[in-house]
C-alpha cells in the first residue's frame, strides 16, 4: 500500500488517472441506463440546467454531514450518518430520497486531497448506493427549506474490502419540474477509514496540544508591596472562563494523550489574576479585576490535567523567532532577550508542579530556515519543530518518513506532518465542517500508517491558538485515532529521540525558500531597536534602585512580550504595545530628578549653593553622584575648581538637598549646570541650569565706608563738648545774677525774644521763679 512516487508536492501518474477516469466511468454506467430508457428527451431549458450545474460541479441541493460514528468502525459496527439537505434552487424537488455511496479505495494522501477539494462536485465518482432500506426519502424539498435525515447501516453491508480508506459519499436524487426524472441533484464526500484488525506495526502519533494566548499584560504595576500587576484589557478572563477558548482547550486535553505545549506568559498571566490585578477604566484610571475565582479553577485544573503527561514549554512571551532572525540579529542585544525568555521558561514548575521540557524551539508554522535554526538553537534549544510543506522531501521516498531528522551540529528538527497539522483550521464552528475535517484527518493517518511496514513516528503541530470549536474536533478525531488499531500515542521527545530514517531529507531550506506570506507579517527591525533602546534604559535606571527586582522583572517579562508571535498581523498593536513600555519606564525614571532652580545671589567672596534632588518613587535611589559644574571657573569655583561630585542617596518619596561650598573671583553673572550620574559615569535626566550673580564688596569700598564712620563719630563727639562748654558758662552767669523777683521775672520775660523792650504796665509774673539748680542724674535735658 506504499505511496509510490506520490508524496507532496507531486501529482498522481498518467495511467493512475487513466484508472480513475475508468472507474468514474463505469461507475455511471447505471445512471447513462436509466437515460436511455426514459420516454421522452429532456427538453431544451433542462439541458441548459445541467450544462451549468455541470460547470459548476454543485448540485442545487446541499447536502451536509453533521455526524458520522463511529469515525473508523471495526466488524459489526454500525455506521450512522446523520445532516440536513437544503434546496438552495428556485424549483421543489420532489421524490427524493438521500442514500449512501461507497467509493472506490484510495490508497494515496493526495488522493485524500483531491476528494477533499471537491467534495460537493457533482461531475466526481460517486459508487454505488448501498440501496434497499438505508436511505431515506422525503416527498418534497421546497426552495430555501432544510429537513434533516439520518441514516444508519451495519458495515457489513457497504461492501468494504481489504483495509485502507474509502470515499463515502451522501448524494440526495431527486426530480424537478423542469427535469422530471431522477437524478442527483447534491453530494456531499466523505471518508471512512477501514482497518478493522489491530495492524502488525502502529505508527506512533505525538499530538502537541498548545496552550498559548495572546498579550496581556503591560509592565506596569501598582506602587503596594504587592506590586499590583495592570493588564491592558480583560479578554484573558473570557479565555479562561467555563466556555472558553483555553477552558475548553484544557477540559478536551485532560482526557487525551498528548503533549502540552505551554507557554509561562500565559501561565504567569493567569496566577497574577489570582491575586488583585487591575485593568483599564474610564479615561487613564484602572479598575480592580474580579476573576480571581476563575483564575484559581483554571490553575487547578491545567495542574491536574498535566500530571503524569510531558510538558514542553517554550521561551516566555512565546518570541517570534522568524521576526528575531531576518529582522532582529542585527541589533544589538536581540538574542540575549531569547536567551532570558529561555531561562525564565524554568519557572512553569513552580506552578504546575511537572518538571518541564526546555530544549524545543517551534518557529511560526514549522518554517525554517539556516538563520532561523541558528537563533533557535542560540538560547540552549537542540531540537526545532519545523514542518514538512516547508522541510520538503527531496530524496525520492515512496512513504512519509519519521518526524525525526539530525540537521548537524547537535541539532535534531523534528518535522511535523503538514497535512495532519493543518487539518482543523479555518471555521469549525458548524458540525458540518468539523464532522469532514476529523474524518479527512482519520484517513491521512491511515492512509500514511499503511504506506509501509516500517515502524515510523509522526507528529502533528496544530495551529498555536485554535479555537474552541477547533479543539473539539482535534479532540473528536484524537479520541478516535487512540482508540483505532492504526496508531498508538508518543511522546514529542521520544519522537525526537527515535531512529531516523536515512533516507528521508535532512537539508534545511535556504533562506530564498522561506515562505512570503510569512515573512510580511514579521515584526520589522525598528521593533527591535524600539526593544533594545527601552532595554538600555532600563539598564541604566536600574543600577540606582535599592530594590532592582520591582522594576527589572515587570519590564524584562514586557520585553519579552513584544517579541511575541501573536503580534503576527497585529503591528499597529504590537507597535503601541512596544510604545507603552518605553513611555511608562520613561516616566519612572523622570521620577527622579533635580529641582528647577532661579538666579542665586552670591554677596562676599565664599557661599553655599544648595541643589535638591527629588525621589518620588516608592523605592529609594542610591549609586547617583551629583555634579554641579561652574561654566565660568575664572569668576566662581566649585570647592576650588570647576565642578564637585557629591554622592546622593534619597528615601522613597523624599527629597534631598546637595550643598555645594564656592567662591568668587569677580563681580558678575556666572552660569552653572547641575546634572545627576550614575556611578559609572553615564548621564541620568536632564540637567539643571542657573545664574549665579556675584555682589562682592572690594576693600577699597570698605575704607571709604570706615572713613566716613569715623568722621560721623569725631563729628558728634565735637558736638558733645560744645554743648557741654555751653551748658557750663550758662549756670556760671545764673549764678553771679541779683536775686529779686523782679529781675528773675524780667529774664524770663526776654528770654524768649531778646530785642522786645520792656513794655510799661505789663502784668508782674504770677509763677514762681523757675529753679536753676543743674537736672538730676538720668533726668531728661532739654537744650
Known amino acids: 500500500m506504499a505511496e509510490a512516487a506520490d508524496f507532496q508536492g507531486t501529482s498522481p501518474s498518467p495511467a493512475r488517472r487513466w484508472l480513475r477516469r475508468t472507474g468514474a466511468l463505469l461507475a455511471g454506467a447505471p445512471l447513462l441506463a436509466g437515460l436511455v430508457q426514459l420516454p421522452a428527451a429532456p427538453p431544451a431549458n433542462a439541458a441548459e440546467s445541467d450544462a451549468s ?59 485524500i486531497d483531491s476528494v477533499a477539494r471537491n467534495s460537493t462536485d457533482l461531475q466526481s465518482s460517486i459508487g454505488p448506493e448501498v440501496g434497499g432500506k438505508y436511505s431515506e426519502e422525503f416527498a418534497e424539498l421546497t426552495p430555501g427549506v432544510s429537513q434533516s ?20 459519499a451522501v448524494a440526495l436524487s431527486g426530480e424537478t419540474s423542469d427535469q422530471p426524472w431522477e437524478q442527483p441533484l447534491g453530494v456531499q464526500h466523505t471518508f471512512l477509514p477501514w482497518q478493522p484488525d489491530e495492524a502488525g506495526t502502529k505508527t506512533k502519533t505525538t499530538f502537541m496540544w498548545p496552550l498559548i494566548s495572546t498579550v496581556h499584560m503591560t509592565a506596569e504595576t501598582g506602587s ?57 477604566g474610564e479615561g487613564d484610571d484602572t479598575v480592580v479585576g474580579s476573576h480571581q475565582s476563575v483564575a484559581k479553577r483554571w490553575l487547578t485544573e491545567v495542574q491536574q490535567a498535566v500530571t503524569d503527561e510531558e510538558v514542553v514549554v517554550l521561551p516566555f512571551g512565546d518570541p517570534d523567532l522568524a521576526s528575531l532572525a531576518h529582522n532582529g540579529t542585527s541589533v544589538t542585544g536581540s538574542l540575549g532577550h531569547l536567551k532570558e525568555a529561555t ?57 512519509t518518513p519519521s518526524a525525526s531528522r539530525p540537521i548537524g551540529g547537535g541539532t535534531t528538527a523534528v518535522v511535523a506532518d503538514a497535512r495532519l497539522s493543518t487539518a482543523f483550521q479555518g471555521d469549525m464552528i458548524k458540525a458540518s465542517t468539523s464532522t469532514l475535517a476529523v474524518q479527512r484527518f482519520l484517513a491521512q493517518s491511515l492512509t500514511l500508517g499503511l504506506q509501509t511496514g516500517k515502524q515510523r513516528s509522526v507528529v502533528v503541530a496544530p495551529q498555536r491558538t485554535p479555537s474552541a470549536s477547533q479543539a473539539r474536533a482535534m479532540a473528536e478525531a484524537l479520541t478516535v485515532l487512540q482508540d483505532g488499531t492504526w496508531s498508538e500515542p508518543q511522546d514529542l521527545t521520544a519522537a525526537a529521540e527515535a531512529e531516523p530514517d536515512a533516507s528521508a531529507t535532512t537539508k534545511v531550506p535556504s533562506a530564498s525558500a522561506y515562505p512570503s506570506s510569512l515573512r510580511k507579517h514579521e515584526l520589522p527591525r525598528t521593533a527591535f531597536e524600539q526593544i533594545e533602546r527601552t532595554q538600555a534604559k532600563l539598564d ?58 532661579s538666579e542665586t545671589k552670591l554677596s562676599g567672596r565664599s557661599a553655599t549653593i544648595p541643589v535638591t534632588v527629588q ?18 571657573p575664572t569668576r566662581l569655583e566649585i570647592n576650588g575648581d570647576a565642578y564637585e561630585e557629591q554622592p546622593v542617596t534619597v528615601s522613597g518619596g523624599h527629597s534631598q538637598s546637595v550643598k555645594f561650598t564656592t567662591s568668587a573671583n569677580a563681580n558678575g553673572r556666572a552660569t552653572v549646570v547641575a546634572q545627576l550620574y550614575t556611578q559609572d559615569g553615564q548621564r541620568y535626566g536632564e540637567p539643571v541650569t542657573f545664574d549665579v550673580k556675584v555682589t562682592e564688596i572690594t576693600a577699597t569700598v570698605m575704607l571709604v565706608i ?18 557741654k562748654r555751653a551748658a557750663a ?49 538720668g533726668e531728661r535735658v532739654d537744650r
Do not use: C
Open 343 to 399: 531561562d525564565v521558561a524554568g519557572t512553569v514548575e513552580a506552578i504546575l508542579h511537572v518538571k518541564p521540557v526546555t530544549d524545543f524551539a517551534w518557529p511560526v508554522n514549522g518554517a525554517v530556515d539556516p538563520s532561523i535554526v541558528k537563533v533557535a538553537t542560540s538560547a540552549g534549544a537542540d531540537k526545532v519543530i519545523a514542518r514538512s510543506d516547508t522541510f520538503k522531501e527531496s530524496g525520492g521516498l515512496s512513504y
Open 729 to 777: 558758662r550758662e549756670a556760671d552767669e545764673d549764678a553771679d545774677a541779683p536775686q529779686n523777683p523782679e529781675a528773675a521775672g524780667e529774664r524770663l520775660t526776654r528770654e524768649p525774644g531778646a530785642d522786645a523792650p520792656e513794655q510799661p504796665g505789663d502784668p508782674v509774673p504770677d509763677t514762681a521763679p523757675e529753679n536753676a539748680d543743674p537736672s538730676g542724674t
Open 615 to 632: 525621589n518620588n518613587l516608592v523605592q529609594g535611589v542610591e549609586h547617583l553622584v551629583l555634579r554641579l559644574t561652574s561654566t565660568n
Open 53 to 111: 450545474q455541470a460547470a459548476s460541479g454543485a448540485g442545487s441541493v446541499s447536502v451536509s454531514v453533521d455526524t458520522l460514528t463511529p469515525g473508523a468502525p471495526t466488524e459489526g459496527d454500525t455506521v450512522t450518518v446523520s445532516g440536513t439537505v437544503t434546496n438552495k434552487g428556485k424549483q421543489t424537488v420532489t421524490d427524493a430520497h438521500v442514500g449512501l455511496h461507497v467509493g472506490p479505495l484510495l490508497n494515496t494522501r493526495s488522493g
Open 540 to 597: 541604566k535606571f536600574k543600577v540606582i534602585l535599592s530594590d532592582q527586582s520591582r522594576v527589572v522583572t515587570p519590564f524584562g517579562r514586557a520585553l519579552n512580550r513584544s517579541m511575541s508571535v501573536s503580534w503576527r498581523g497585529r503591528q499597529s498593536e504590537a507597535a503601541i504595545y512596544r510604545s507603552g513600555v518605553e513611555s511608562y519606564l520613561d516616566t519612572l525614571i523622570g521620577q527622579v530628578r533635580l529641582i528647577d532652580k
Open 149 to 168: 435525515f439520518t441514516i444508519s447501516v451495519p458495515v457489513d453491508k457497504l461492501d468494504l474490502g481489504q483495509d485502507g480508506v474509502y470515499q463515502l
Open 706 to 723: 570706615g572713613g566716613g564712620v569715623l568722621l560721623l563719630v569725631l563729628a558728634g563727639f565735637r558736638m558733645y563738648t560744645q554743648r
Open 224 to 280: 503596594d508591596e504587592q506590586q499590583t500587576p495592570v493588564f491592558h484589557d480583560d479578554d484573558l478572563a473570557k479565555e479562561i472562563s467555563p466556555g472558553g477558548r483555553l477552558d475548553r482547550m484544557v477540559a478536551l486535553g485532560k482526557d487525551l494523550d498528548v503533549t502540552w505545549v505551554i507557554d509561562p506568559d500565559l501561565l504567569a498571566s493567569v496566577e497574577a489574576m489570582t491575586e488583585r490585578y487591575e485593568i483599564p
